[in-house]
């Protein structure tokens, strides 16, 4: 049973650019949330999205876009890249149900690290 | 605004000794749910365990377990008989809104490496 599925694992940028990471959830997860995670930082939600829409979103600018697609794979896009953007980028992948929280357990990829020149 | 601390950056430990990594966590909602991560150099963060602001009894899986003290908002990990293969860092991280749809919030993690 694959986990969560993310490319490219590698790419380097300069600033101004756009990049589009992909991720690919667990098989029978519908509810995809992308995380940054700088050097020596814990993650940051960036934003999750569940039926093909925005459903949360963490403290980041409009720079920073997603989209989910019908087969709940999906797609983080940056435009006009700076130097802080340079992070590893997580993908996790969840079930939304109605149960309470423990349920919800997200399962990560191992990132797509991104570095800004 | 919730907020989740690890003090120690790092942390070293024998093999085959017990060793215990601390979290405290600050919220003041009702109910939340408490999660650890382990991420080694691969990248990937690897689920743990998990403590429900309501359960009783700490959890345990396996080699882990949460010593969860509700009153003083910790929720430390333990992990017992170290293994090499558990160097790595290791994330605190706290559910915070009701229900299965809220993101998690992070602490900055501690580095755990296991001296053989």
């Known amino acids: 049973d694959a986990g969560v599925t993310q490319s490219p694992t590698h790419l380097i940028k300069t600033r101004g650019q756009q990049v589009t990471l992909r991720c690919s959830p667990k098989s029978g997860h519908d509810t995809v949330s992308w995380y940054q995670q700088a050097l020596g930082q814990g993650p940051q939600f960036i934003f999750q999205y569940y039926e093909e829409e925005e459903r949360q979103r963490g403290n980041f600018p409009d720079r920073f876009s997603g989209h989910q697609f019908p087969n709940y794979s999906s797609e983080l896009n940056v435009n006009a890249l700076l130097l802080g953007d340079s992070a590893l980028y997580l993908c996790?992948?969840?079930?939304?149900?109605?149960?309470?929280?423990?349920?919800?357990?997200?399962?990560f990829g191992a990132g797509s690290r991104l570095t800004v020149l | 605004a919730q907020k989740i601390t690890q003090t120690q950056p790092g942390m070293f430990v024998q093999e085959k000794e017990a060793v215990t990594l601390d979290c405290t966590y600050d919220?003041?909602?009702?109910?939340?749910?408490l999660f650890w991560y382990k991420q080694p150099s691969s990248g990937e963060m690897i689920f743990l365990i998990y403590?429900?602001?309501?359960?009783?009894q700490n959890a345990t899986e396996g080699r882990y377990s949460l010593n969860f003290q509700k009153a003083r908002k910790s929720a430390n990990l333990v992990i017992s008989a170290s293994q090499l293969g558990d160097s790595a860092m290791y994330f605190c991280a706290m559910r915070d809104l009701p229900g299965s749809q809220g993101n998690l919030i992070f602490g900055k993690g501690t580095k755990l490496s296991v001296k053989p």
């Open positions: 919220t003041s909602d009702q109910s939340y749910g």
């Open positions: 403590q429900g602001s309501y359960d009783e």
């Open positions: 996790a992948s969840s079930l939304t149900s109605g149960r309470a929280f423990g349920a919800n357990v997200l399962t």
